[in-house]
C-alpha cells in the first residue's frame, strides 16, 4: 500500500508558514484506510451472508452468479470510494493549503462545500484561524513599518541637523583659513574643502532618501516627480513619469505605500535590470489607483528568490489591502504593479 511522507514542522518561522523541511515518518493516507476498512466489511458481510443463508452456495455458484455479485459488490466498492473521496477533500485541500500558504498573499482559503461534517468543520475552522493570522500580522507589520519610519525620520533629521550643520560650519571655516593661508597651504585646504561639500552632499542625499520631505510637504505627486529626478542624477536610469493630474484623496499611509514601492522598484531598475531606462505610472482604473514600474532590461526570474524588497513591498501592500504583481513582461524587461483599491487607500 503507498505511503506518504510528512513533512517536518518548520524549525523557525519565516513568515510564510510553508516550506517542508525534514521527513519524519510515513502514514498510509486516511482515505485509503478506510476505503480499504470499508471494501473488506462489505466482501466479508456479504460472504457472511451467503454462509448463513444457504453455506453450500459458497461452492456452488454459476459462473453468471458469480459475476453479477462481484459488479455488484465493485459498484458498492466504487460508491463508497466517491462518497468518502467527496467526504475527505476538504482535508486534503486543507493540509496542501496548510504547507504552502503565505500570509503576505492574503485570502487564501480552503473550499468548504457540500455536507457537513467534521471535515467541513475543520476546514471552516482553519479558514477562520488564517483570517485571525492575517489581521494579526498585518497590524504588527503596521506596527514594525510604523516605528521604522519614525526611525529614519529621526535619523534624516539628525543628519540633516546636527551632521549637516557640523559639516557647513567646517567648509565655512575651511574657505576663511584657505584665503588667509600661503598659496601651497591654500591649495590643500581647497581640495578638503571640496571633500567636504562631497560629504555634505552624500548627508543631505541619504537624508532625503530616508524621508521624502517632498511627501510630507508637498503630496505623494512631487514626492514621485523628486524620487524620479533623484534615480535620473544619482543612478544615470532616465525615467519616464506618467501621473495622473488629479489624484484621489489618499490616505497618509497609502501615500508611503506607494512611494516606498515604487522607491524600492525603480531601485531594483537600477540595481538588477540591466536597463538604463525605465518608466513609472500612476492612474486611476476601475475604482482603484494603479501604479506601475516598468522597465525594458532582462526581466525579473520568479525562481531567483525573494529578497527584502519584494517582500517588503508585498508586506506594505497587505497594509493597504492592495495587491502587488511583480512579473516579466512578454515584450522582455520586468513589470511592478500595485492595484490599491480606493476604498482602502481613501484618506
Ligand atoms: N527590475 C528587475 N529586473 C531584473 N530582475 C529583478 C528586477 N527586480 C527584481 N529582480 C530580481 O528579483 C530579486 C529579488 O529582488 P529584491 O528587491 O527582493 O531583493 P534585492 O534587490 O536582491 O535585495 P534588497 O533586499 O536589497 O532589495 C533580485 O535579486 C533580482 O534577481
Ligand atoms: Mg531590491
Known amino acids: 500500500m503507498t505511503r506518504r511522507t510528512v513533512p517536518a514542522p518548520p524549525a523557525e518561522s519565516n513568515g510564510s508558514l510553508g516550506e517542508p523541511r525534514a521527513v519524519v515518518g510515513h502514514y498510509t493516507p486516511l482515505f485509503r484506510r478506510v476505503a480499504a476498512l470499508n471494501a ?23 459462473a453468471s452468479e458469480a459475476i453479477v455479485l462481484a459488479a455488484a ?28 500558504v503565505d500570509l503576505t498573499r492574503p485570502g487564501q ?21 488564517l483570517a485571525r493570522l492575517e489581521n494579526e500580522r498585518r497590524d504588527a507589520t503596521r506596527r514594525v513599518l510604523a516605528a521604522q519610519e519614525r526611525e529614519r525620520l529621526r535619523i534624516a533629521q539628525e543628519l540633516h541637523d546636527e551632521v549637516g550643520q557640523t559639516l557647513t560650519a ?51 505627486t512631487s514626492a514621485l516627480v523628486a524620487l524620479t529626478e533623484r534615480f535620473s542624477q544619482g543612478a544615470g536610469l532616465k525615467v519616464r513619469r506618467d501621473v495622473d493630474r488629479e489624484l484621489p484623496q489618499l490616505s497618509e499611509e497609502a501615500e508611503l505605500v506607494i512611494y516606498r514601492v515604487a522607491q524600492e522598484a525603480l531601485t531594483n531598475v537600477a540595481r538588477h535590470s540591466g536597463s538604463d531606462t525605465a518608466e513609472l505610472t500612476l492612474t486611476r482604473s476601475n475604482g482603484g489607483l494603479t501604479l506601475r514600474v516598468l522597465d525594458d532590461g532582462e526581466g525579473f526570474d520568479p525562481y531567483s528568490g525573494e529578497g527584502g524588497g519584494l517582500r517588503g513591498m508585498r508586506e506594505r501592500a497587505v497594509l ?24 482602502a487607500a481613501a484618506s
Open 320 to 343: 493597504v489591502g492592495a495587491q502587488l504583481a511583480v512579473m516579466r513582461r512578454p515584450s522582455g524587461g520586468t513589470e511592478v504593479r500595485l492595484r490599491m483599491p480606493l476604498g
Open 73 to 100: 459488490l465493485a459498484l458498492v466498492v466504487l460508491i463508497n470510494l466517491v462518497l468518502l473521496r467527496r467526504a475527505l477533500r476538504p482535508l486534503e485541500a486543507l493540509t496542501a493549503l496548510a504547507r504552502k
Open 40 to 62: 473488506a466489511v462489505v466482501i466479508g458481510a456479504c460472504v457472511v451472508t451467503i454462509l448463513v443463508l444457504s453455506p453450500k452456495k459458497l461452492h456452488s455458484f454459476a
Open 170 to 220: 567646517v567648509l565655512l571655516q575651511l574657505g576663511r583659513s584657505a584665503r588667509q593661508a600661503d598659496p601651497r597651504l591654500e591649495a590643500e585646504l581647497l581640495e578638503t574643502q571640496e571633500t567636504a561639500r562631497a560629504s555634505l552632499e552624500d548627508v543631505r542625499r541619504i537624508s532625503r532618501e530616508l524621508r521624502p520631505e517632498a511627501l510630507d510637504d508637498l503630496g505623494l
Open 109 to 129: 482559503r480552503v473550499p468548504v462545500g457540500g455536507y457537513q461534517s467534521e471535515v467541513t468543520e475543520l476546514a471552516t475552522t482553519f479558514n477562520e484561524m
